[in-house]
Structure formats: C-alpha cells, structure tokens
C-alpha cells in the first residue's frame, strides 16, 4: 500500500521565480493538505484541498496556490519567492468520509537563494 | 484561536530511562489530539491519537499518551527509551479533517 509521495525531493530556486510542487496521496484517500515547516519549528498549515476544492486556508498570502487533479493528487504553486519561503514543504492526505488522521509524506525541502 | 505548547525544545534522556514529553493545548471544544515524530530529513510519522474515550491512549513503537482535559494536556510517555527513538517530537491539535496546528517541537537526544 502506497503512502504519500511528493516529488521533487529537494529544489533550489532564486528569488522572484515561481516553484511547482507534487503530492500524491495515500491509495484510497480523497483530501490534500499542505504544510510549509521551516527550519526548527513546527508545519503550518497551508490550505486544503477536496473535490477538487480549496476548502479550507491558513495564513498565507495569494502567492501561494493549489491544485487538485481529479486522480486526488494535488500541485502547491508558490509566485515571486521569497528568502523567507525556505523551508520543508509538507503534503498530508486523509479519507473525507472517516478520516480525522491525516498521514504526511517525507516533503519536498525548497531552498530559495 | 486553537495553539499547541511544547515547554520543552530539547530534551536528553539516557537509553532506557523512562521518558514523558509534555503537551499543553488551547483549543475550544472537544479536542483531536496527535503525536507525530520526524526523524532528520523525513516527514512525520504518526504515533497515537486520541478523539474520545479511554484517555490513555497507545500507539506505535512502545508509545502511549495521555489526555487530561481539566489541565489542558496530552503528555507522551515511554517506559523505556531506545537509541532509535532520538528524533523531534510534535503534538498538534486539531477539528478532525481540517488543518492541524502544530506545537515547535521537542528534539530528543537519547545518551548510551
């Protein structure tokens, strides 16, 4: 049985580019979360997608923007980097109907130079 | 506004003493709770959870939690720590299927 999986595993990128990050949930499960965690602190909740929806967002600007495929995998778009979004990028996925437990991948680490 | 406490950012045990990492939540009603542990490097993994009943609650690799509603709390405990647990700890809170919030962690370094 497949757990989460997010590609790539590590990026580097400058500042003002734009950086695409993949996440595919665990078989079965219908609902994505992202989490950004920088260094020595604990994840952030980004937003979460289902059915193809944004149905619930933390506190961070429209730079960053999501995506749900109709296969459950889901894209984090992250516009106009900044040296502040250096960090660990994680994805977490969960079942709608019974899934109070979200089960997280081994993230992508993004470094922004 | 939901939080998540964690007093201790490091802590150093000698392996097979006995371990208890502490948990304090700020959350308005009945309560997710969640222990996860990231290894260097990896993601998290989860290790127990509590939604209701029996308030002591085990889980994974020899772990067991307790909830303690009238102090807030939900302490991670351990009888005996093996080297392979050396790892950074997070308790998060949370709705059930919505967004977790998480605690800054507790890094512990386990002594031969």
């Known amino acids: 049985d497949a757990g989460v999986t997010q590609s790539p595993t590590h990026l580097i990128k400058t500042r003002g580019q734009q950086v695409t990050l993949r996440c595919s949930p665990k078989s079965g499960h219908d609902t994505v979360s992202w989490y950004q965690q920088a260094l020595g602190q604990g994840p952030q909740f980004i937003f979460q997608y289902y059915e193809e929806e944004e149905r619930q967002r933390g506190n961070f600007p429209d730079r960053f923007s999501g995506h749900q495929f109709p296969n459950y995998s889901s894209e984090l778009n992250v516009n106009a980097l900044l040296l502040g979004d250096s960090a660990l990028y994680l994805c977490?996925?969960?079942?709608?109907?019974?899934?109070?437990?979200?089960?997280f991948g081994p993230g992508t680490r993004l470094l922004v130079l | 506004a939901q939080s998540v406490t964690q007093p201790d950012i490091h802590i150093t045990v000698s392996e097979g003493a006995s371990l208890e990492l502490r948990c304090n939540y700020s959350y308005g009603a009945t309560p997710y709770l969640f222990w996860y542990v990231q290894s260097p490097g990896q993601g998290l993994q989860l290790l127990l959870k509590y939604f209701s009943g029996d308030t002591l609650v085990q889980g994974i690799k020899g772990f067991e939690a307790e909830f303690k509603r009238s102090q807030s709390s939900f302490n991670l405990r351990k009888p005996s720590v093996h080297w392979s647990d050396a790892a950074e700890y997070f308790c998060?809170?949370?709705?059930?299927?919505?967004?977790?919030?998480f605690g800054s962690g507790t890094r512990l370094q386990v002594q031969p």
């Open positions: 998060a809170v949370g709705p059930g299927r919505r967004a977790l919030t």
């Open positions: 977490a996925s969960s079942l709608e109907r019974s899934g109070e437990t979200q089960y």
